[in-house]
């Protein structure tokens, strides 16, 4: 079980994070304070180092400068404590595919230490409430990628982390099962739990988180609450003005059918 931290404001902090591939610098610095007990969209055009930042605060990739704090624990030097406290589902991570869903769950909760009537019992209530019941003795392989997705997901919440941080969590996920995510994630914050989300639907930002974090070019460019990010317009129109337009609006006129 997670090593109980005593109640911090703030449930994880990105100080600094730092991460270069070659000549590229992916994340320059990033600094973020994110609540506990908050919805926390993270939005940024493809490429401005969203994933590379998330892995980053979840212990997927090591920063070349920086520290992440989860609830007053440095993830980095003590990854012991602050691992169990985390849950994550990243985007395009490749998973135990050739196991069913059923074994793929129990086999993140015995992962995690719990008990296996625990793990039996978690996974039973996972799979009802996202619509995977009937792909429970199905090979992952198998699934279509909205179901990998509830999957990973299920996978992430079986140890009843602290802090859920998602990448892009509703990607090809069908509006039944996007609901049920919803209800899931909105529940998990209600009761205390933070959620740091990533997402390029600014709607969905905007319908459910409650702070936002707009990143381009590996920096920060504005954070906040929803309502100081919007800065009195709707939230794509803020983040078009902040991260730009597309440079080369030509007009493709050999398109047109007449």
């Given at each position: 079980?997670?090593?109980?931290?005593?109640?911090?404001?703030?449930?994880?902090?990105?100080r600094g994070l730092t991460r270069r591939f070659g000549a590229t610098v992916a994340v320059a610095g990033i600094d973020l304070e994110i609540p506990s007990g908050s919805f926390y969209g993270v939005v940024g055009?493809?490429?401005?180092?969203?994933?590379?930042?998330?892995?980053?605060?979840?212990?997927?990739?090591?920063?070349?400068?920086?520290?992440?704090?989860?609830?007053?624990?440095?993830?980095?030097?003590?990854?012991?404590?602050?691992?169990?406290?985390?849950?994550?589902?990243?985007?395009?991570?490749?998973?135990?595919?050739?196991?069913?869903?059923?074994?793929?769950?129990?086999?993140?909760?015995?992962?995690?230490?719990?008990?296996?009537?625990?793990?039996?019992?978690?996974?039973?209530?996972?799979?009802?409430?996202?619509?995977?019941?009937?792909?429970?003795?199905?090979?992952?392989?198998?699934?279509?990628?909205?179901?990998?997705?509830?999957?990973?997901?299920?996978?992430?919440?079986?140890?009843?982390?602290?802090?859920?941080?998602?990448?892009?969590?509703?990607?090809?996920?069908?509006?039944?099962?996007?609901?049920?995510?919803?209800?899931?994630?909105?529940?998990?914050?209600?009761?205390?739990?933070?959620?740091?989300?990533?997402?390029?639907?600014?709607?969905?930002?905007?319908?459910?988180?409650?702070?936002?974090?707009?990143?381009?070019?590996?920096?920060?460019?504005?954070?906040?609450?929803?309502?100081?990010?919007?800065?009195?317009?709707?939230?794509?129109?803020?983040?078009?003005?902040?991260?730009?337009?597309?440079?080369?609006?030509?007009?493709?006129?050999?398109?047109?059918?007449?």
């Amino acid at each position: 079980m997670p090593d109980i931290q005593p109640a911090s404001a703030s449930a994880l902090s990105l100080r600094g994070l730092t991460r270069r591939f070659g000549a590229t610098v992916a994340v320059a610095g990033i600094d973020l304070e994110i609540p506990s007990g908050s919805f926390y969209g993270v939005v940024g055009p493809n490429g401005a180092g969203k994933t590379t930042a998330l892995s980053m605060a979840t212990g997927l990739l090591e920063p070349d400068a920086g520290a992440v704090i989860v609830h007053g624990v440095d993830l980095w030097a003590d990854p012991e404590r602050a691992k169990p406290m985390l849950g994550v589902l990243p985007d395009g991570l490749h998973t135990f595919d050739r196991l069913t869903g059923a074994e793929l769950i129990s086999y993140a909760g015995l992962l995690r230490g719990l008990p296996r009537e625990v793990v039996r019992e978690r996974r039973d209530d996972l799979l009802a409430a996202l619509d995977l019941r009937q792909a429970g003795s199905t090979l992952v392989t198998d699934y279509s990628a909205g179901m990998t997705k509830k999957i990973g997901l299920a996978c992430a919440l079986v140890h009843a982390p602290r802090v859920l941080v998602l990448d892009e969590p509703f990607e090809a996920v069908d509006p039944v099962s996007a609901g049920a995510i919803r209800r899931i994630l909105i529940s998990f914050v209600e009761s205390g739990g933070t959620v740091v989300m990533s997402s390029h639907v600014m709607a969905l930002v905007e319908r459910l988180c409650d702070h936002v974090a707009v990143v381009g070019s590996g920096r920060i460019l504005a954070d906040g609450t929803l309502e100081q990010v919007r800065a009195g317009v709707d939230l794509e129109e803020r983040f078009v003005g902040l991260v730009g337009d597309v440079e080369d609006g030509r007009d493709l006129a050999w398109l047109r059918q007449s």
